[in-house]
Structures are given as structure tokens and as C-alpha cells.
């Protein structure tokens, strides 16, 4: 084992990191089977089913960057999955809709994230499983807190 993989291993960041792109794999695996990707599956999830849901609050809840978000939507449109509805008294609000299509693949992509889920909880016991989520609970705490320190430092530095 090398240096870098022996700082890695002992890194909690490289193990999120790491175990993060091993799920999006298998998942962008099983996306394309049905010629879409794991940001267009998971633009599907966050959509509210009958109504739409406003094209603003779709990044933050996946942590994805507007840019990026534009252009999945843009792809999404193409495709047939979603259409744009203007808010009737606030013409400025856009909604993001699923068509029927894209409700058919919202309902593959959420058996995807069940069965993965489903898998995660036979094999973890449910005390570990507990202990994990106070951690990365606490891990998102951590992130926030260094970010405002980050903030802090950036808006002392001359």
C-alpha cells in the first residue's frame, strides 16, 4: 500500500467520496439502461407528481449547481420527461412537471433507490445504521460549521 492510499484510507472525506461514486456508478449503470442518466433520475425524485415543482428549489434539494441543473432540464425537456409551467399569479415562478413518461421512470428510479436501500439494510444491522446517521448528521454540521469559518476568514482577510 502506498503513502497516498494510506493517508486516504484514514481520511473521512475519501471514504464518503469514494463510497458515493461507487453508488452513483451502479446507479448510472442501471440509468442507462432506460437512456437517462442519475442526475435526470434524481431531478424526477424531487418532483411533486401532480403539481410541479419550482425549477428553484429543485438544485438545492439534489446539492447540485443551477448551471448544471439547466442543462439536465433542458436534456429532460428533449426527452419528453418533463414540461415547464408558468405560476398563473406569479408569472415569474417556472414549474417543472413530469409528463407521463417521466413519471414511469420517476417510478423505476425510486425502485432503484429502494432496492439499493433495501440492500444496504440487510447487510448493515440496524445499530450501525443508527450510529451511522447520527454521524453523518453530525458530519453536515461539521461542513456547515467550517463553512462559516471559511466565511468568517474571507471576509476578515484584507
Known sequence: ????????EEVVLHK???????????YNEMASEYGITLSMGFVLL???EESGTPVTK?????????NSLSR???KMEDMGMVTRRK?????????ICPTEYGQQMRK??????YKLNDAIIEDVPQKKLDAFFEVI???SGSVEKFQEQIRTELSESP
Not at 502506498?2 to 493517508?7: N, P, S
Not at 464518503?16 to 451502479?26: C, F, K, L, Q, T
Open 108 to 113: 423505476i428510479a425510486l425502485k432503484a433507490v
Open 16 to 26: 464518503i467520496r469514494s463510497a458515493w461514486h461507487e453508488i452513483a456508478r451502479v
Open 46 to 48: 424531487t418532483l411533486h
Open 137 to 139: 448528521n453530525q458530519v
Open 1 to 8: 500500500m502506498d503513502d497516498f492510499t494510506k493517508l486516504a
Open 58 to 66: 429543485i438544485a438545492p434539494r439534489m446539492g447540485m449547481e443551477p
Open 87 to 95: 405560476d398563473h399569479v406569479d408569472k415569474r415562478k417556472v414549474y
Open 72 to 74: 439536465t432540464l433542458k
